[in-house]
């Protein structure tokens, strides 16, 4: 019943833009912290950007920096990523998850997040 639910991946050509979105169902990401992570065949998962409870703090992988925006609407619910520049190697799919209140250090690690959704399939290629 408590669920995360990614939305917005697809097919998009190199240079292109994605905006995904994490919609809660059955509680609040208010209190959340949230994630996004990625996985690629054959390769491990990576932490791609995090974001505080509060919206006041922010993180991301350096093969992401000035090109994804990851942002929060709590009164619809939703975190986004925002995905601009797009490189065939983002294409993976895209999990967000959520964990009490802050990132932390090692937030790129995945540990100590309590929620996680199904992932959506994000695939750039011309």
């Known amino acids: 019943q408590l669920q995360l639910v990614e939305s917005g991946g697809g097919l998009v050509q190199p240079w292109g833009s994605l905006r995904l979105s994490c919609a809660a169902s059955?509680?609040?990401?208010?209190?959340?912290?949230i994630g996004w992570f990625r996985q690629a065949p054959g390769r491990q998962r990576e932490g791609v950007s995090c974001?505080?409870?509060?919206?006041?703090?922010?993180n991301y992988a350096d093969s992401v920096k000035g090109r994804f925006t990851i942002s929060r609407d709590n009164a619809k619910n939703t975190v986004y990523l925002q995905m601009n520049s797009l490189k065939p190697e983002d294409t993976a799919v895209y999990y967000c998850?959520?964990?009490?209140?802050?990132?932390?250090?090692?937030?790129?690690?995945?540990?100590?997040?309590?929620?996680w959704g199904q992932g959506t399939q994000v695939t750039v290629s011309s």
């Open positions: 998850a959520a964990r009490p209140r802050v990132c932390g250090s090692s937030w790129y690690r995945g540990l100590e997040y309590v929620y």
């Open positions: 059955g509680f609040t990401l208010d209190y959340y912290a």
């Open positions: 974001i505080s409870a509060s919206g006041g703090s922010t």
